[in-house]
């Protein structure tokens, strides 16, 4: 993977590397959270082949430097479902 170089809101420049179809499993946290805010759509409503599709979507929209800057940051947990889980303390 090669690196490139992306201009944030604040005008810092900053490295990332660039992603392809092999970095599913690596990225999936900010991949989960893209779905969740630009889609609409939870990972776990997805088919695997939907989500393979729409995985290449986000890889294509991340190397051209078109996300916020906090999917290139890293993101610790992505919004995996649209279950309420009801836990009690």
């Given at each position: 993977?090669?690196?490139?170089?992306?201009?944030?809101?604040?005008?810092?420049?900053?490295?990332?590397?660039?992603?392809?179809?092999?970095?599913?499993?690596?990225?999936?946290?900010?991949?989960?959270?893209?779905?969740?805010?630009?889609k609409?759509?939870?990972?776990?409503?997805?088919?695997?082949?939907?989500?393979?599709?729409?995985?290449?979507?986000?890889?294509?929209?991340?190397?051209?430097?078109?996300?916020?800057?906090?999917?290139?940051?890293?993101?610790?947990?992505?919004p995996?479902?649209?279950?309420?889980?009801?836990?009690?303390?």
């Amino acid at each position: 993977m090669g690196s490139r170089k992306i201009s944030t809101e604040t005008s810092i420049e900053k490295e990332f590397l660039q992603l392809s179809k092999d970095d599913y499993f690596a990225k999936n946290n900010e991949f989960a959270a893209w779905l969740k805010e630009e889609k609409n759509v939870f990972f776990s409503d997805l088919l695997s082949e939907s989500a393979r599709e729409l995985f290449t979507d986000f890889v294509k929209a991340w190397n051209k430097g078109k996300l916020d800057s906090q999917y290139y940051e890293g993101i610790a947990s992505g919004p995996r479902t649209s279950h309420n889980w009801k836990i009690k303390k």
